[in-house]
């Protein structure tokens, strides 16, 4: 058996996408980033060599005299571009990749993905991500696809959307995918929002037709139009739920005082409040009611309290305010809601840089407090204002 050499990776690296980027600039930024990006894995968790990849294909007893054919597929994958790591990798995916007809299924495959933009390292990525492209029919399924994404998407958008949901090229475009989208604009989504899904959670319009028309319905009775920017944003959170957990999340809200009408409109008003978890929305409240002393009817008129960090943005702020306070620099009667909705640049302005001369460690303080706070699994580490304050 030919022996092919195992590439030893030269630099490993995550990325982790914030969602302070600008939606305009994503679709750039994430195509640059990868194509900067080793995407080889560290020595740790390198796959073993080739050889023994290969030697998984038994399993699915192809037959000896298929060897030719094999060494035809491995050429055929190195002339594209992929690295040995990544074809064993693949390999060990699907070991029938072996049995593909190499000049009818193969290439056309490859080259017709290389057309629509996917050239370099990007082309392994994809297919390494779904497999299942490359045992698709081109001109049946993959092909269809993109002409039916095309109106929703240009080169770069159609780029990010594939890189987080690669399955929109093979899941079933006649019974999934274009009935979910012709769904949505018949009841008046405007097709500039559905490339907003398909970009941001592409996998919401992955879902089946019959809980997509749940989720529509859902929502519309709860009282937000399709044609609302909202609309989206519900329609993600009510796909992320099966109806039990649904179910559950509201009664989560009610246990801590909300009436189920007042859930709703909290949704209504700002639908991703709802995607928290049950664990982080017990720990906001009461971070917000015990420790703030915040009305539990401030949280209801302001949701986007919910989606805030208590960790990264609410903790930091409530010292500050609280250090102030005890100095006599600020009023305790000032809107602690109001402070948190604060931009941070408009804080650092308002409540920072205003009192650094009469507050050296000021600044220290805040951004020491901003940082992650670490928390044993199951207890949440609390914090003390006095000894905040007291640091000063």
Not at 271 to 282: D, G, I
Request: with cysteine; glycine share 4%; hydrophobic share 40%.
């Amino acid at each position: 058996m030919r022996k092919f050499l195992q590439i030893k990776p030269l630099i490993s690296s995550k990325t982790q996408w914030r969602a302070t980027i600008p939606l305009r600039d994503l679709p750039c930024l994430i195509r640059n980033r990868f194509l900067q990006t080793d995407a080889i894995p560290s020595p740790a968790s390198e796959p073993p060599p080739l050889g023994s990849a290969l030697s998984l294909s038994k399993r699915l007893r192809i037959p000896q005299n298929n060897s030719p054919n094999s060494s035809s597929v491995l050429n055929c994958l190195k002339s594209h571009g992929f690295e040995d790591t990544q074809i064993a990798k693949l390999v060990r995916k699907r070991p029938d990749i072996l049995n593909c007809k190499v000049q009818t299924k193969l290439k056309p495959k490859l080259r017709y993905l290389i057309q629509k933009g996917f050239t370099g390292k990007l082309l392994p990525d994809l297919i390494l991500s779904n497999p299942f492209l490359l045992f698709r029919g081109l001109d049946s399924q993959i092909r269809p696809s993109f002409e039916f994404l095309r109106p929703f998407l240009n080169d770069e958008e159609m780029f990010v959307a594939l890189k987080r949901a690669s399955w929109l090229l093979t899941i079933s475009l006649n019974s999934v995918l274009q009935p979910n989208v012709d769904l949505l604009i018949s009841e008046g989504v405007p097709a500039s929002r559905i490339s907003k899904l398909l970009i941001l959670q592409p996998r919401v319009l992955l879902q089946s037709h019959d809980r997509m028309v749940y989720a529509v319905k859902t929502i519309k009775e709860i009282g937000i139009e399709p044609k609302e920017t909202r609309f989206i944003h519900a329609l993600r959170v009510i796909c992320s739920m099966s109806k039990s957990n649904w179910k559950k999340k509201v009664e989560v809200f009610m246990s801590l005082g909300w009436s189920k009408e007042e859930v709703l409109n909290t949704f209504k008003k700002d639908p991703l409040c709802l995607a928290c978890s049950e664990n982080k929305l017990r720990y906001l409240m009461d971070f917000y009611v015990n420790t703030m002393k915040l009305d539990a009817r401030a949280i209801i008129a302001y949701p986007k309290l919910l989606g805030y960090s208590v960790e990264r943005r609410v903790h930091a702020r409530y010292i500050v305010l609280k250090a102030l306070e005890s100095m006599k620099l600020i009023k305790d009667d000032k809107k602690i809601v109001w402070v948190i909705k604060l931009p941070e640049k408009k804080f650092l302005e308002e409540y920072i840089a205003k009192h650094i001369d009469k507050v050296p460690g000021l600044l220290d303080m805040y951004h020491g407090a901003v940082k992650p706070r670490k928390t044993i699994r199951g207890k949440k580490e609390k914090f003390d204002p006095k000894s905040a304050s007291l640091a000063l």
